[in-house]
């Protein structure tokens, strides 16, 4: 089922798929970790007092590899992230956790410092480079001790 990611969307696919759940069945939701609409449609369905587990997309590529499925679209990687919450229910393993906002911050804010330390290396590098090459043009970067 498509839909989108306004609140009445999300409503009137939640009430689709919970109206057609028998009485007395469990309901898991699997969701690919993927961009960001992963954070506001689990952000929903937690509200709702749903389970979310939240799966891993290289994960669902692999198990999309083994069963030898190597077409990739939506109807594909649905069937495939069922299939691992299926797994996981059936060998009674955890179903993965969707990630508190604290530690969704805390991992966002290490992968913005990540790119920063990585873009002031580069940055060095680059301006080594040019001192050398205006200070010691005839000289190799590698040559010089303070490189």
């Known amino acids: ?22 009485e007395g069945c469990d309901l898991v939701w699997g969701c690919e970790a993927t961009g960001a609409a992963w954070r506001s449609v689990t952000a929903f369905l937690l509200a709702k007092g749903q389970v979310v587990s ?4 290289a994960a669902i590529a ?7 499925r190597f077409l990739k679209d939506d ?20 179903l993965c956790p969707v990630p508190s906002p604290h530690s969704q911050g805390v991992r966002s804010l290490g992968r ?11 940055v ?13 043009p005839s000289l190799k970067p590698s040559d010089h001790e303070w490189a």
């Open 112 to 122: 913005d410092v990540e790119k920063l330390s990585n873009e002031l290396s580069s």
């Open 1 to 22: 089922m498509r839909f989108g990611r306004t609140y009445d969307e999300m409503e009137a696919m939640f009430s689709t798929i919970t109206s057609r759940v028998p």
């Open 62 to 68: 692999a198990l999309r590899d083994v069963d030898s």
């Open 124 to 136: 060095k590098t680059r301006f080594s480079s040019l001192l050398c090459d205006q200070l010691l």
């Open 54 to 57: 939240l799966e891993n997309p």
């Open 75 to 94: 109807h594909v990687d649905a069937r495939t992230i069922g299939e691992m919450v299926l797994r996981r229910r059936y060998r009674r393993k955890p």
